[in-house]
């Protein structure tokens, strides 16, 4: 099992550098304003779209002016899947008759979804209609990626120019990111899923006549519909036998496709990614993983092109795999090694295959695990919760490292970007030197930026920690006890902040509470980074650009990579040993001491 | 701030329209031409009724048919309309209190048989959908159903074996055996 591990590991990331190189030539291309030749034919639907919006595309902003034309689009969106999701209930595409989602739960998913988290307080099969998921949903999987393709874009191009006072026209960006690059992908990519199983259709749900009749209980009903009570104040049960299977149905495969590409991870189904429908073989899952890093990854590349010196690209690329490559390898081993309770209770092993699929097993479970916490893609195909203590913290640590570990689309570079500032400041503290980075001098303000954008996750993440344990509505959402139930919070405040979006999902987070504590969270963990890294971008772009001399600390080479990911890993470290030693580390050492 | 507003809501709007209506459209013109079956949920029809599809999971308690992986759903097991895992931590005592039983259940159901559990038959899925065990877990419960069916046990295994997929191209995910598949061809045997 552990060759396998080995070779799953290597196969994937050959097949996702053969992939993303092009993608990176491509992309680069589109946002020099250069439509690449293949694509020409959809540009007249751009011009359209500019037409109508009275954009000029040859006008760009400065940084402020992007940001408040950036931040007006994402709020429109938030108003609008606030909105669908009241209103499903009287509108159509909606077999099912689902009704209206409460206001908490709507404006947490409305922040969810605008900010590229994609937390789910709900179950999507018994919550969303046909229309919710594609008008709203599937719409802001594109536009929050492209937002983050966006600003990504926009701190390059800080690198890139010299003594500019302009970064870009955000319109011009957004456009471009979605209809070049996200919209063909996903096409591609949908019509692959389906291929593989993944259902696509408006019918209603589905039922079918099951071989076997299946028993269950369930709780008694009286005339008026509400659970009967016995004598201590327990609901009574009754046994109900039943042939019906209702199978959930849906437009899956368009949302799934996008779903990964975005980095976006809401699910169509309450399992996500486990769902047989939404992943149903192993090649959809390996599709799947490819597509979590391909745009992130390729825009190492396009960083590398734009800044006229492609070793940079591979320099960052470099220390996200080699983080990669440490927490893939401490996860699956955790995992193979496995929960000794289960050999206790009568297993053959101790693999740990609690919630986990036969199809995908342990490996491809873990490095799909590790994929979407790296990337700040929070789909799942095993449910998080039931990991080991140890194949649990990977995971929990990946996303407080500040999703820069490949990240979302767009936001892992900007984020990573702002850890090679520090890296540069650090280096340059060292030697009693200016800091520079790519031929720009790093001064004050960029390093006061680099310090909010640095500080504003790890902040959300413990004060919010902090007050759900001290909240009684907070320790109420708790499903499994001890420690456990300790890092069920801290996952989920992890996940909001860095706008990951997985669970443990034992967590009964839709309450009013976790609905609200959350929304916060995700909010300000998206666009209080966002805000200062345009105003990095935008103070670099008016800045000269130095030629590099003997003094220079070249940011290309393995001693930079070494530096870049020591910065990331000190970071992580110092934020957040504490809080995990409370969690996974005790329920570690307990799960060794009790089975010993 | 106002002249932001006319772009923002405008390709907002036009944007909405392409991702979220002429996209979805687009996928599933060209996904239920291609490939209808899959498109419209991968269905299994016997005598012209629709009684389950091959990639999700039913419930089998009866000794003549194989088990599946245990499922968390609610309110019964195995509910196509409302998919779950048991998000039990590992060290949770529920989490062993429910193994145990499920071990209990198994050897009850065949007493005879001293062989080790397959771990995947007495954890439950993430999904609680899972169309698929171990081939370890069918062959733990050949013998079972072979006697509750009075079928040779060859012909029993020679049914594991035309269920059983291997690893995807060779190389992805890990081998396993429908429970669905298997256990209609079960059924189909007289």
């Known amino acids: ?596 | 701030m106002k002249n932001h507003l006319r772009p923002a809501l405008v390709l907002f709007g036009a944007l909405t329209l392409l991702t979220g209506v002429l996209y979805p459209a687009l996928v599933t013109g060209i996904a239920q031409a291609a490939f209808p079956q899959a498109a419209n949920g991968s269905l299994i029809e016997r005598d012209g009724k629709a009684v389950g599809s091959s990639l999700i999971g039913q419930n089998f308690s009866s000794p003549r048919y194989f088990w599946g992986r245990p499922s968390a759903t609610g309110p019964m097991p195995y509910n196509g309309a409302n998919s779950s895992g048991s998000n039990q931590g590992p060290t949770n005592p529920a989490l062993a209190d429910a193994v145990k039983a499920r071990v209990a259940a198994l050897k009850a159901a065949d007493p005879a048989n001293t062989a080790a559990v397959p771990v995947d038959l007495i954890t439950a899925s993430a999904s609680g959908l899972d169309p698929h065990i171990s081939p370890e877990a069918a062959a733990y419960q050949l013998k079972r159903v072979a006697v509750a069916r009075k079928l040779q046990i060859e012909r029993v295994q020679a049914l594991i074996d035309a269920h059983t997929e291997g690893r995807q191209w060779g190389l992805l995910g890990e081998p396993r055996v429908n429970v669905l598949a298997l256990n209609m061809a079960l059924d189909a045997e007289r």
Not at chain 1, 227 to 256: F, H, I, Y
Not at chain 1, 305 to 324: C, E, H, K, S, Y
Not at chain 1, 361 to 370: D, E, I, K, M
């Open chain 1, 1 to 596: 099992m552990q060759t396998n591990a080995v070779l799953q590991l290597v196969l994937y990331l050959a097949v996702l550098l053969a992939l993303a190189w092009p993608l990176g030539a491509h992309i680069q291309k589109v946002f020099s304003d250069e439509t690449p030749r293949y694509m020409r034919w959809l540009a007249p639907l751009e011009r359209l779209f500019y037409r109508l919006a009275g954009v000029k595309a040859d006008e760009e902003a400065g940084w402020k002016g992007y940001a408040i034309g950036l931040i007006l689009f994402n709020l429109i969106g938030v108003v609008a899947v606030y909105a669908l999701q009241r209103l499903q209930g009287v509108l159509p595409f909606n077999p099912q008759g689902l009704g209206a989602v409460s206001p908490d739960s709507s404006f947490n998913t409305a922040i969810s979804f605008v900010t590229n988290t994609n937390w789910q307080g709900y179950g999507g099969e018994t919550t969303m209609s046909y229309l919710t998921q594609m008008l709203v949903l599937t719409v802001q999987n594109f536009l929050s990626a492209a937002t983050g393709i966006a600003v990504a874009i926009a701190l390059i191009r800080g690198f890139a120019r010299k003594s500019s006072a302009t970064i870009g026209n955000v319109w011009v960006d957004i456009t471009r990111a979605t209809l070049y690059v996200l919209l063909p992908l996903s096409i591609v990519f949908a019509v692959a899923l389906s291929g593989q199983g993944v259902i696509q259709n408006f019918k209603p749900y589905q039922d079918v006549h099951t071989v076997e009749a299946t028993t269950f209980q369930q709780p008694k009903l009286d005339a008026q519909g509400n659970a009967l009570k016995d004598a201590k104040g327990n609901p009574v049960l009754e046994d109900v036998t039943t042939t019906t299977q209702t199978l959930a149905q849906g437009p899956v495969a368009s949302q799934e496709a996008i779903k990964m590409i975005g980095t976006n991870g809401g699910g169509f189904f309450n399992a996500n990614s486990a769902h047989p429908y939404e992943n149903p073989t192993p090649l959809a899952n390996f599709l799947q993983m490819i597509a979590i890093f391909l745009v992130p990854a390729s825009l190492c590349f396009v960083f590398g092109r734009m800044v006229g010196d492609r070793r940079q690209g591979w320099a960052v690329l470099a220390a996200m795999t080699l983080i990669f490559v440490l927490a893939y390898g401490a996860l699956v081993s955790a995992e193979i090694a496995g929960n000794p309770a289960l050999q206790q209770a009568g297993a053959g092993s101790a693999l740990n295959m609690e919630g986990k699929e036969t199809r995908f097993g342990v490996v491809a479970s873990s490095l799909f695990a590790t994929i979407t916490t790296a990337a700040s893609c929070g789909a799942v195909n095993t449910m998080h919760d039931s990991l080991t203590p140890l194949g649990g913290m990977v995971p929990t640590l990946l996303m407080q490292l500040g999703e820069v570990v490949f990240g979302g689309v767009g936001s892992g570079l900007y984020g990573m970007l702002v850890f090679a500032i520090l890296a540069v400041f650090i280096a340059g503290l060292m030697v009693g030197r200016t800091p520079e980075y790519l031929g720009k001098k790093i001064e004050s303000f960029e390093m006061k930026m680099t310090a909010v954008a640095i500080l504003v996750t790890p902040i959300l993440v413990l004060a919010g920690t902090a007050i759900a344990v001290l909240a009684t509505a907070g320790k109420a959402g708790i499903a499994n006890p001890g420690a456990h139930g300790f890092s069920e919070i801290l996952y989920a405040l992890s996940s909001a902040a860095n706008n990951n979006g997985s669970a443990f999902a034992g967590l009964s987070a839709n309450t009013q509470f976790y609905n609200v504590l959350l929304g916060v969270a995700m909010w300000f963990g998206r666009f209080w980074m966002i805000v200062p890294i345009l105003a990095i971008a935008g103070s670099l772009a008016a800045k000269k650009r130095l030629n590099a001399n003997a003094g220079t600390l070249p940011t290309h080479g393995p001693l930079f990579v070494l530096l870049l990911i020591g910065s990331v890993l000190l970071v992580g470290a110092l934020n957040y040993i504490p809080a995990l030693a409370l969690g996974p580390i005790v329920e570690h050492l307990q799960m060794a001491v009790v089975h010993h």
